[in-house]
Antibody
Framework: QVQVLQSGAEVKKPGASVKVSCKTS????????VHWVRQAPGQGLEWMGV????????RAAQKFQGRITMTMDTSTRTMYMELSSLTSEDTAIYYC????????????????WGQGTLVTVSS | DIVMTQSPLSLPVTPGEPASISCRST???????????VTWYLQKPGQVPQVVIF???HRAPGVPDRFTGSGSGTDFTLKISRVEAEDVGVYYC?????????FGPGTRVDVK
């Protein structure tokens, strides 16, 4: 069945960068958009961005533009999300999730989520 | 950006009784293809979110028929006909019509 496996927890100092990986399997890699969503401790869900694996096109929320880089490695079926200039406000669980179908950049729903990667930013 | 609001933010429920959550968007979520690009997710305690309703009114695979999504344009509702203990958690509506996608603040449903 479809699997989405994320990298392990990270502890970073303010100002540093973090790169979270999201390895997928058991489906046609280039056919499904992958989104990045984060959740600060005790808070709600926040959409960060999306990548179209068919051509690598990305779109990100304005608040992250300039700090977020979403990439992919087709050979290993792995997505990456790098966030730079970290502050304590970036402490959160970061999720990647596959979208079941998108029409342009209008999408149906996130059907397979990774287990989440806790990123802690602390001096 | 499209802003999503939900009400109530907290909803104590009695098992067997109905429940309803409202979600509103600052822009219409109706696509030219006729579908409303709003999704409802449930995040159970300690778990990742799971889809309940997509495209406004379509029940996701495996979701019990006690869940119903309705609405169009900017006003949407998630109804649970008879709440069960396993339905507790935080419900989020999300618009997926245009990037940046945005979530509502969430409605915490728990048992009285």
């Amino acid at each position: 069945q479809v699997q989405v496996l994320q990298s392990g927890a990270e502890v970073k100092k303010p100002g540093a960068s973090v790169k979270v990986s999201c390895k997928t399997s058991e489906y046609t890699f280039t056919s499904y958009f992958v989104h990045w969503v984060r959740q600060a401790p005790g808070q709600g869900l926040e959409w960060m961005g999306v990548i179209d694996p068919s051509d690598g096109t990305t779109r990100a929320a304005q608040k992250f533009q300039g700090r977020i880089t979403m990439t992919m490695d087709t050979s290993t079926r792995t997505m990456y999300m790098e966030l730079s200039s970290l502050t304590s406000e970036d402490t959160a669980i970061y999720y990647c999730s596959r979208d079941v179908h998108c029409t342009g950049f209008s999408c149906y729903y996130l059907d397979h989520w990774g287990q989440g990667t806790l990123v802690t930013v602390s001096s | 950006d499209i802003v999503m609001t939900q009400s109530p933010l907290s909803l104590p429920v009695t098992p067997g009784e109905p429940a309803s959550i409202s979600c509103r968007s600052t822009q219409s979520l109706l696509h030219s293809n006729g579908y409303n690009f709003v999704t409802w997710y449930l995040q159970k305690p300690g778990q990742v979110p799971q889809v309940v309703i997509f495209l406004g009114s379509h029940r996701a695979p495996g979701v019990p028929d006690r869940f119903t999504g309705s609405g169009s344009g900017t006003d949407f509702t998630l109804k649970i006909s008879r709440v069960e203990a396993e339905d507790v958690g935080v419900y989020y509506c999300m618009q997926a019509l245009q990037t940046p996608f945005t979530f509502g603040p969430g409605t915490r449903v728990d048992v009285k």
